[in-house]
């Protein structure tokens, strides 16, 4: 099979991880079920982009193998204004809203709890079941959402009285409609789940996904982020009481690494949760990085998945041969794998829709050499573009001036005098940012790096790179190379 017949007769999938409907047959497993079901992850952290609602639902659909009851929450249509009204006063900031989200977990053990057929035998059961069946009626989906829009605030604190059907024979439970305080259910529901996990040793998993999803809504709220905190320090602290009791159940929380990264400004005390976190990193840095790294092994599973042919056979150096396709960088030869790459922000998404750009010019044009990777980039730098476009327009509504500001920079490194005076010349009065916090939130993007050039060559410094990193106002800087070509065609 010759390599442009394999290229368009493969299924690269969707770019985003979260629709694709295959993603089981050509998914890359580095043993997530282990590293984060298994052991001590409570929090999955990664740049956007980087398969973090992928893995979600991958984990879920190995609950039936695994023996494990498994609830995915999902927070994209979530009412977290409403969420933001149900802080606790008890509590001093930013743990104020620990009340309402221990209430949703432990509401969904309880639930998990209720539905296990396995455990209707054991103590306790009965007490939660009629909780359930009492607070939540039959329909039990997406019991977060119902419980923060059904919970109010009053002088009394959070009351919940639920939407379940009121019965007679009920009013002697102990968590029935005498029980509306948040604070006093958890301290009941509490002692009830971890009663039962720990006779039981039942498999329970919690997973919370796309908190993220409005995150440019509230991007300046600082309860937002308090609310996360306190979402964080309610896992925690669960976590390790069930851990005592039961080392086969937990919740899980994924969440973005640039909102998880400032914590720390909003509490000291999140450092505690570094060592409960998996920190998802697909970068290439060194030198024996680029020896069959995750990124490439994933392109391959997708790639093998399609054309059978080319299983064992390193199937994207197949199609992608840099004996046929002679790219060059920095007037220097370069294989294909590294020249993508380069234009990524070493994401499994970017990889995957670069790819589908090539095969869409590859089927164009009928042919795969330089043309067709230059044809493709073209496509895939504007796609890029406008992926940092959303991310962008709630921060600076004007996206198409601050890309026409990065057109007139250009191609070469620049010093930040050099950016400076173009950022007054072109007369962008309606960034809302200096030049020099707009050259730190365009570095915190990832769309401008810093470069130094030694003895030994140029080395970038890039938040791609180490997400720690911090803009160098004082050394030169250089546009990302995979949204150069989409500056000149938009």
Not at 151 to 163: A, I, P, Y
Not at 260 to 280: I, R
Not at 328 to 340: A, G, L, M, S
Not at 351 to 380: G, H, P, W
Request: aromatic fraction near 14%; charge should be positive; charged fraction near 25%.
């Amino acid at each position: 099979m010759n390599a442009i017949t394999a290229l368009l007769k493969t299924d690269f999938g969707n770019p985003d991880g979260l629709y694709d409907s295959n993603l089981e047959n050509y998914f890359f497993d580095n043993e997530y079920w282990r590293k984060i079901v298994r052991e001590h992850a409570y929090f999955v952290i990664g740049r956007k982009g980087t398969g973090k609602s992928a893995i979600y639902n991958w984990i879920k659909n190995r609950e039936a193998e695994n023996g494990m009851i498994i609830s995915n929450l999902s927070f994209k249509s979530f009412p977290f204004q409403k969420l933001l009204n149900l802080s606790n006063d008890d509590f001093s900031r930013p743990n104020q809203y620990q009340s309402i989200w221990k209430y949703i977990i432990l509401s969904e053990f309880a639930k998990q709890i209720v539905l296990d057929a396995q455990n209707n035998t054991h103590s306790h059961y009965s007490e939660l079941n009629d909780f359930v069946k009492y607070k939540f009626g039959k329909n039990l989906k997406d019991l977060h959402t119902k419980i923060t829009t059904s919970t109010n605030k009053t002088e009394f604190g959070l009351q919940f009285k639920g939407f379940g059907p009121k019965q007679a024979s009920e009013e002697s439970m102990q968590l029935g409609d005498e029980i509306e305080n948040i604070s006093e259910i958890n301290s009941r529901l509490e002692d009830l789940i971890l009663d039962n996990l720990a006779e039981t040793q039942r498999s329970y998993l919690i997973q919370f996904d796309q908190l993220d999803d409005n995150y440019t809504l509230y991007i300046d709220n600082k309860k937002y982020f308090e609310s996360l905190i306190s979402l964080f320090k309610v896992i925690y602290s669960l976590n390790s009481l069930i851990l005592g009791c039961n080392k086969n159940s937990k919740v899980i929380a994924y969440l973005r690494s640039d909102i998880y990264n400032q914590f720390s400004s909003n509490d000291p005390d999140s450092a505690k949760f570094d060592y409960h976190t998996y920190k998802l990193n697909w970068t290439i840095i060194n030198k024996n990085d680029w020896n069959n790294p995750p990124l490439l092994q994933l392109i391959n599973i997708r790639i093998e998945n399609s054309v059978s042919e080319l299983t064992g056979k390193g199937s994207f150096n197949y199609i992608f041969n840099k004996r046929f396709i002679k790219l060059r960088e920095n007037r220097k030869p370069i294989d294909p794998f590294r020249y993508i790459i380069h234009r990524t922000f070493h994401r499994p998404r970017d990889l995957v829709q670069f790819c589908i750009k090539i095969k869409e010019q590859a089927d164009i044009m009928n042919r795969l050499d330089v043309s067709t990777i230059m044809a493709a980039e073209k496509e895939y730098s504007s796609w890029l573009i406008d992926e940092l476009k959303n991310e962008i327009a709630p921060i600076i509504p004007s996206t198409d001036t601050l890309f026409a500001l990065l057109r007139t920079v250009g191609t070469e490194t620049f010093n930040s005098n050099y950016f400076k005076r173009k950022y007054f010349e072109t007369g962008n009065k309606n960034i809302n940012k200096s030049p020099e916090a707009l050259l730190r939130y365009l570095y915190d993007l990832g769309i401008v790096s810093n470069i130094q050039f030694g003895k030994n060559g140029a080395s970038l410094y890039s938040i791609i790179r180490n997400e720690k990193s911090k803009f160098d106002p004082k050394m030169k800087a250089v546009i990302h190379s995979g949204i150069l070509k989409g500056l000149y065609t938009y």
